[in-house]
């Protein structure tokens, strides 16, 4: 069986299909799912539209010739996220497998090791490396550069005052679960989530065309998710105190936001504020369902959206890596028996994935 081919589920459709039906109409008054008659064919058709998807993921890895160590590190982070998504032990598995596989390829080429020894990255290269130091580690084998990653990133932070408050933000949640921790309040005033909280969100994409000005709005949008997915260790725990005091603006925000991607037909934007909003435990409402129904039907046969607007050399690697991680997380979500669980398994103590934002004393996120 190829790693991506799921095994049947233990439960039928139409059983976990109704329990989902409930759970949803007790946080939603109107879920719009009257029956399982009226539910199966978009569980399939979204059941489908993964496979299809995978199946692309698989005939076409990124390489060093395709996609660069960015979209390297960008499946890895796809294939964590789908593997905490998955139900059954035995898929989370063999997505895990599937990760490691690609994890120890990434530690021997020389793009990465000379990204990390190079002294002039800038803060958003070091993103990148510590996602990919932060992904070694939650597969048990911390990288023998994760010191030299963590220290580059380290003085970058300290000398980029003039950075977006996005990009300073992940890199100071990053550093604290690799054990650098960073004093966040600043941080979390100056970010878009607060911005959202205070009323004043970033504004949506009148269009899809490259042009400055709506580029400029697109880039703060995926802004707020990346805000989201690092204070949620990308979904894995839940919002800080934090980030739970402003959760109901936020939602109201991703939500509104994947609506107006969706009129604009941005494939990747939508699948990221799906899983933001996944994320923060968000209800399946009209709003979702019609992104996550668009995402399927919009799937071109091979498995991809399509070329997307994009400064990346490979036009559709993201989008369907993040559409299907927001698919697959739409479809567990029928099966888990409502919106409100958390996604995959939440750190246990002592793991090597970080102490989490909520035991950092420079963060004070419990106390806000």
Same mark, same amino acid.
């Given at each position: ?16 299909? %109704? ?34 998807? *995978? ?37 989370? &598995? ?9 994890? @120890?390829? *990434?530690?021997? *080429? ?5 990204? %990390? ?11 990148? !490396? ?41 890199? @100071? ?14 941080? !979390? ?13 970033? $504004? !949506? ?17 995926? +802004? %707020?998710?990346?805000? %989201? ?5 990308? +979904? ?45 435990? &968000?209800?399946?409402? &009209? ?8 995402? &399927? ?17 490979? $036009? ?10 927001? !698919? ?41």
């Amino acid at each position: 069986m190829p790693w991506h081919r799921r095994e049947p589920p233990a439960t039928p459709v139409s059983r976990l299909l %109704v329990t989902w039906v409930c759970a949803v109409t007790v946080v939603a008054a109107d879920c719009g799912l009257a029956t399982p008659a009226d539910a199966t064919p978009r569980l399939a058709e979204i059941e489908a539209a993964i496979d299809r998807g *995978l199946s692309w993921i698989e005939q076409n890895p990124a390489t060093p010739q395709d996609g660069g160590l960015g979209d390297i590190i960008d499946e890895a982070v796809s294939f964590s996220v789908l593997a905490g998504l998955q139900n059954r032990p035995a898929d989370r &598995a063999r997505f895990r497998r599937a990760l490691r596989t690609r994890l @120890a390829r *990434l530690e021997t *080429l020389p793009d990465f090791q000379e990204a %990390v020894q190079w002294p002039y990255n800038a803060l958003f290269a070091d993103y990148h !490396l510590l996602l990919a130091a932060y992904l070694l580690r939650q597969a048990g084998r911390p990288s023998a550069l994760e010191p030299t990653i963590v220290e580059g990133a380290r003085r970058t932070l300290d000398a980029a005052a003039d950075a977006p408050p996005t990009v300073r933000l992940t890199v @100071a949640v990053l550093l604290g679960r690799l054990g650098e921790p960073v004093a966040l309040d600043a941080l !979390l005033e100056q970010s878009l989530l607060q911005r959202i909280a205070e009323g004043n969100p970033p $504004k !949506l994409p009148s269009s899809s065309r490259w042009q400055p000005d709506e580029q400029r709005r697109v880039v703060e949008i995926y +802004g %707020v998710v990346h805000e %989201v997915v690092a204070l949620t260790d990308f +979904g894995r725990l839940p919002p800080p105190p934090w980030l739970a005091a402003r959760r109901g603006a936020v939602v109201a925000f991703l939500t509104e936001a994947a609506s107006g991607a969706r009129a604009v037909g941005n494939v990747d934007l939508v699948a990221e504020l799906v899983l933001g909003a996944h994320f923060l435990g &968000a209800p399946l409402d &009209a709003p979702l369902r019609s992104a996550l129904d668009w995402l &399927a039907a919009t799937q071109l046969p091979d498995g991809s959206w399509g070329d997307a607007v994009t400064n990346r050399t490979n $036009k559709r690697r993201h989008a369907v890596l993040t559409a299907v991680a927001a !698919l697959q997380a739409y479809a567990n979500t029928l099966a888990a028996g409502g919106p409100e669980q958390r996604q995959g398994e939440p750190p246990q103590a002592g793991q090597a994935l970080g102490a989490g934002l909520e035991s950092q004393p420079s963060a004070t996120l419990d106390a806000r």
